[in-house]
């Protein structure tokens, strides 16, 4: 059975946990708890090859205060989910360190990521816009989705397209892709 280690990442109050939990268990948490590090697992058929496969996700803490945690989490990943809250335009803004400290660990510019604006069901409180996600996952070259932890809209579809993205990293090497000599900006 294939392994996937999942690490979400964002800064506090998102809805890391809040997606993480509905994913795993199908239900909402109402109450914010600043999480420190949870970690889930989750046994489901991957749609891409139909075999059954086991999502390892690691939901890690928003605080500042256990960021240095970080390097860890990111060098025992293997892809990615950038969390924003998108009625929260800071939240935003520091997501764009979170992907550099990735592309820093890893040593390599196509890490398996997705840019989430989580919350759109706040539409009405919206503090970043669709485009600007769009263009920043564009910029990244990473999908780029909008979720609702609460309805559930498009949670199912983030962790079936984080699997996609590791499966797709885990292909032969194209020559087309960097190599090992390559140095990273």
Partial sequence: MREYKVVVLGSGGVGKSALTVQFVTGSFIEKYDPTIE?????????EVDSSPSVLE??????TEQF???????????????????????QSFQDIKPMRDQIIRVKRYERVPMILVGNKVDLEGEREVSFGEGKALAEEW???????????????????????RQMNYASLPEKQDQCCTTCVVQ
């Fill in 38 to 46: 949870d970690f889930y697992r989750k046994e489901m058929e991957i």
């Fill in 67 to 89: 960021a240095s945690m970080r390097d860890l989490y990111i060098k025992n990943g293997q892809g990615f989910i950038l969390v924003y809250s998108l009625v929260n335009q």
């Fill in 57 to 62: 996700i690691l939901d890690t803490a928003g």
């Fill in 141 to 163: 070259s990473c999908p780029f989705m909008e979720t609702s932890a609460k309805n559930k809209a498009s949670v199912d579809e983030l962790f079936a397209e984080i699997v």
